[in-house]
């Protein structure tokens, strides 16, 4: 049989998408437990790891701080602390929404993947119907794959954020598969740490505010095994993580928050990661440096785009970078375009081939 020509994506069984490149092959499924990469899929050719999480990047909940405000939250217990919050816009994506709307691509030397869903349900006060749009792009060459996801809200929200598992929850047994646990806020932390169960308050916890903001945001497990690598997930934009989970509660729990920011009917936030497998934290370091501080990501058959602020397509080859919600807009953006072609950001045309670096002004 001839070999298939890399990269590649092409539908399953049950609508699943299949993806391919020299480095990794994953899969993502819009029905069942949905949203970002199906659990233990992200699988390394060097090395033959896979994630042993639920799910990367996985989606849940449209959220705010504190007890009043909302559809009350379960809190005091040991599965989510004392960390008072409520519930904005519901159910939780991964578990409840069954089947979201995707699509894929095969550009010359990546394969992406978009997926889409609107909150059913919101609080009282609220209106549900706030869209949850994730894109994935998976590069040639590169152990990793980029992700953003995108809330644009229905509603005006005075502190909202979307809570996600990043970069996965870890399936394990009394540390039988990991060596360790990397925190870019808080150092490196031995297996033997998550034998117990413990709330998400009781260690390694990493709140904006009452923590240093790090440089760079990475949560990352060494997987055991001789020659294995860390996975791990890097947030590009370190000052949009509100708040970051790694307790023991059968497994470990990864869930990471961002946003924690006032929105109008309209507006939209995003934040966009690096997920996959490094063999050190000084490689992850390089590539969390090499993309530092981008926030949105977009894809077409010929490139993909990587920018600050919230990159929004009006038309083919027309797009327009945004603030995040109601935050103040930096002067100008930041862009890189990866591929070949041409396109107008904020009215600016740009043309680039291979991987080009931009500012674009701000037109606010």
Known sequence: MPETRLPNAARGQDERI?????CLTAEVWPNGYVSGVKANTLADKKSGARDAS????????????????????EHNNLYHGRIAKHYLELPQVCTQA????????VGPDFAAVRQWWRWKEAAPGYKPGSLWEQTLVFPMGRRYFLSCDRVESVNDFEDVFLRTDLPGHLQHKKGDNFEEVYLSYEGRIPASDFIEDFPPDG????QRGTHPLPSRMIRARKIKGEGKPWLAGITLEPALVSEAW?????????IQEFGRLPVKAG???AAAYLIGYFDSIEEMEKEA????????????????????????????????IAPQGQWPAPSPWRLVAHGKGEVTINGQRLAFEGEASFSVKWTG
């Open 54 to 73: 639920f799910g990367l990047d996985i989606i849940d909940f449209l959220m705010g701080p504190g007890a009043e405000g909302g559809v009350p939250y």
């Open 246 to 254: 790694c307790h023991q509660r059968g497994y470990i729990c990864f």
């Open 18 to 22: 299949l993806i391919e490149t020299d």
């Open 289 to 320: 440096d090499r993309y530092r501080g981008f926030t949105a990501l977009a894809a077409t058959k010929g490139y993909w785009l990587l920018s600050e602020g919230v990159l929004l397509r009006e038309a083919e080859g027309r797009y327009r």
């Open 203 to 206: 260690r390694h916890l990493y």
């Open 98 to 105: 069954k089947h979201i709307e995707s699509e894929f691509l």
């Open 267 to 269: 507006d939209s936030f």
